[in-house]
């Protein structure tokens, strides 16, 4: 029998890659913002009865880190408030939600990798919101498969990567935060092993339950912007600074409205485990999005 799944936040960065790595799983419904109010109970819950999903994937989520410091009620409708319904929706028809999760439900004064059961102390809004959303679905007695990830980056919308490579076009040289650390994470990774856990699960193998989900190795936002110039010059593209051209900076000389963790680096023994997957480096996949940027010119 075919599986039926409801993608929820088609258009984002894991969205958009979930259309394509879920199609093995089942048939794939994608909505986007213009298809439902998702913060909308009666509309949600009609969109559930309507497609009588197997299982929903959530992809969905309020991901301004700065803006949501000013604007809390947005953040928590769509981090707390839809997870929450979900929960309740999927426990009533046996739905399995597969959500994401942040290294953001963390501070960050940890010096070493956190593990799934460290303790959680969000330091900003956005972060404080995701954790009342995976709480909620925990809560809620739901079938549930949370994936906990960072540093997010693919060739949809504007991040990181991207604004390297135009200042790095521009400029002759920068200054990066080099005091906070992570392990940079394409949507397109979180995708696949998304797809391919749901598989093991459907072959009754690994287990429902939160997994944190990371490349091996670590840098600093100062160590991917070098790294980005490295590999895009590789590529010939047309830059005018070299790495050494990028200085470190202190977090203190680069103020936010929303506080970040200086330790985002989060441990995977436990999904590597339980599902038997292996994860690159992370190098490895960045490598792939520059080849298409290049590609596009
Ligand atoms: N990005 C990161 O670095 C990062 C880090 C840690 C965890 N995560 C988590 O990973 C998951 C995926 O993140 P992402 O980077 O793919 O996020 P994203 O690119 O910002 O995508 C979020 C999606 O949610 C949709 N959305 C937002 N508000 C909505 C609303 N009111 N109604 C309907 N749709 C709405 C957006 O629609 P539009 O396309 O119309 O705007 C977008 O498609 C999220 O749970 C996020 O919290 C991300």
Avoid at 3 to 30: F, H, M, Y
Avoid at 87 to 109: H, K, M, N, P
Avoid at 249 to 255: A, R
Wanted: proline residues 6%.
């Amino acid at each position: 029998m075919t599986t039926n799944i409801l993608l929820l936040g088609a258009d984002g960065q894991v969205g958009w890659e979930l259309r394509r790595s879920l199609l093995s799983v089942g048939k794939v419904s994608a909505i986007t913002r213009q298809d439902c109010a998702l913060t909308d109970k009666a509309a949600l819950s009609a969109l559930v009865a309507s497609h009588k999903p197997d299982i929903i994937v959530n992809a969905a989520a309020y991901t301004a880190v700065d803006l949501a410091e000013s604007e809390s009620e947005q953040a928590y409708a769509l981090n707390r408030d839809l997870p929450t319904l979900l929960g309740e929706l999927a426990r009533q028809r046996d739905i399995l939600v597969v959500d994401y999760s942040t290294d953001y439900v963390f501070d960050g004064s940890k010096n070493t990798p956190y593990i799934e059961r460290d303790p959680t102390a969000p330091a900003n809004i956005y972060g404080a919101s995701k954790l009342a959303g995976l709480l909620a679905l925990q809560n809620s007695g739901c079938r549930h498969l949370v994936f906990r990830v960072s540093w997010v980056y693919s060739s949809r919308r504007g991040n990181f990567i991207k604004t390297i490579l135009r200042l790095a076009a521009e400029r002759d040289e920068l200054s990066i935060v080099s005091d906070q650390i992570g392990s940079p994470t394409p949507a397109s990774l979180i995708a696949d092993v998304t797809a391919n856990c749901l598989h093991l699960l459907a072959a009754g193998r690994g287990q429902e339950g939160v997994y944190q989900l990371a490349p091996t190795g670590q840098t600093s936002w100062h160590g991917l912007a070098q790294e980005i110039v490295c590999q895009a010059l590789a590529l010939d593209m047309p830059l005018k600074l070299q790495p050494d051209d990028i200085k470190p900076t202190p977090t203190s000389g680069y103020p936010t409205p929303a506080q970040r963790p200086a330790n985002s680096l989060m441990n995977t023994d436990k999904l590597t485990h339980a599902f038997q997957i292996h994860l690159p480096d992370w190098r490895q996949p960045l490598i792939h999005l520059l080849r298409e940027i290049s590609a596009k010119g």
